[in-house]
Structure formats: structure tokens, C-alpha cells
Nanobody, 122 residues
């Protein structure tokens, strides 16, 4: 079993920054692709960024140039650095992991954290 725990969410003003962390236990973290998803009220859960076991990255168009995903396998942790935050970034953010390379569909991620809330005020 793999357990994921997110941290780093909070309230920030528009234009500010936050760094989310996702710490894993119970598996070989370096084998997994990691995705960051978000879900806003009344909207579908969507992939915002993903990183493969080989450190290839993918981003939603809405966050390109503002968000950066990274991983530190020695710390069993993946990060989402969020800069130039906008009110429309407000959502619950989740990290997820799978053994396949990466995928944009939530159903294909086997392991999920409990989420961390990000609120961006205007």
C-alpha cells in the first residue's frame, strides 16, 4: 500500500505563491508517476501537472508558465510550486500516484492523498 499526504495549502492573495508537498510512504516512490489534480466547487476534478518516474513533466494549459512540478525521491516527496496565483486557481488540490507513465484521467491513478485547500483572494 502507498499512502500520500499533501501539505502546504492555504489562503493567498492574487499574484502570490504557494508550494504544495506530497509525501509518500509504503512503496518505492521513485517507480511512480505523480499527478497533481484540483477540484473546484461544481467542477470536475482535473489534472494540473504530472511528473513521470523519468522526470518528464506535463501541465494543463491553464497553469503553464506559472506552476512547476518536481520530485525529490530521496525525500519521497513531490512538489507543486504555484506562482502568480489567480482566483480561478481556488480549489482542493490532490496528489495521486500510479505505476504507469502518467495519465490525465483520475480513474487511472491508484493512490490518492486526502487533499489540501488552496484559496486565492482577489
Amino acid at each position: 500500500q502507498v499512502q500520500l499526504v499533501e501539505s502546504g495549502g492555504g489562503l493567498v492573495q492574487a499574484g502570490g505563491s504557494l508550494r504544495l508537498s506530497c509525501t509518500a510512504s509504503g512503496g518505492t516512490f521513485s517507480w511512480y508517476a505523480v499527478g497533481w489534480f484540483r477540484q473546484a466547487p461544481g467542477k470536475q476534478r482535473e489534472l494540473v501537472a504530472a511528473i513521470t518516474a523519468g522526470d518528464s513533466t506535463n501541465y494543463a494549459d491553464s497553469v503553464k508558465g506559472r506552476f512547476t512540478i518536481s520530485r525529490d525521491n530521496a525525500r519521497n516527496t513531490a512538489y507543486l510550486q504555484m506562482n502568480s496565483l489567480k482566483p480561478e486557481d481556488t480549489a482542493d488540490y490532490y496528489c495521486a500516484a500510479q505505476l504507469r507513465t502518467w495519465d490525465s484521467f483520475p480513474v487511472n491513478y491508484r493512490y490518492w492523498g486526502q487533499g489540501t485547500q488552496v484559496t486565492v483572494s482577489s
